[in-house]
């Protein structure tokens, strides 16, 4: 785990979230979303389902969930769902990567 990551009750249980994982700064750099520009589109309230979506599953993939439990979770408690408990996490995740996780 990096210095960004965060064990975050959610779905039901605790999980860990890590933006900061090699593999998935490489995703986002390469395949969105932005660190940079998620963060203005949450600050601003113009994120997406699929910004909220993509933030929560590259974090767990980054907390070492595996890729079939990630999908499980985003069906059961993401896809489809209210989006506000979602965005808690989702920003929650985001600002880890940017101030840490303390």
């Keep these: 785990m990096t210095e960004t990551y965060r064990e975050i009750t959610w779905a ?19 395949r969105g979303p932005a660190p940079a520009a998620a963060l203005a589109r949450f600050e601003a ?3 997406t389902p699929e910004d909220v979506e ?5 974090g767990l993939i980054g907390g070492g969930v595996a890729e079939r439990e990630v999908e499980a979770l985003l069906d059961q408690y993401v896809r489809h769902k209210p989006l506000a408990p979602n965005v808690i996490i989702a920003s929650t995740v985001l600002a880890a990567l940017f101030v ?3």
């Design 12 to 30: 039901g249980g605790t999980h860990k979230f890590d933006l900061g994982h090699p593999w998935v700064r490489r995703v986002m750099s390469y």
């Design 45 to 47: 309230g113009n994120y």
């Design 54 to 58: 993509r933030l929560i599953e590259l």
């Design 100 to 102: 840490g996780a303390a």
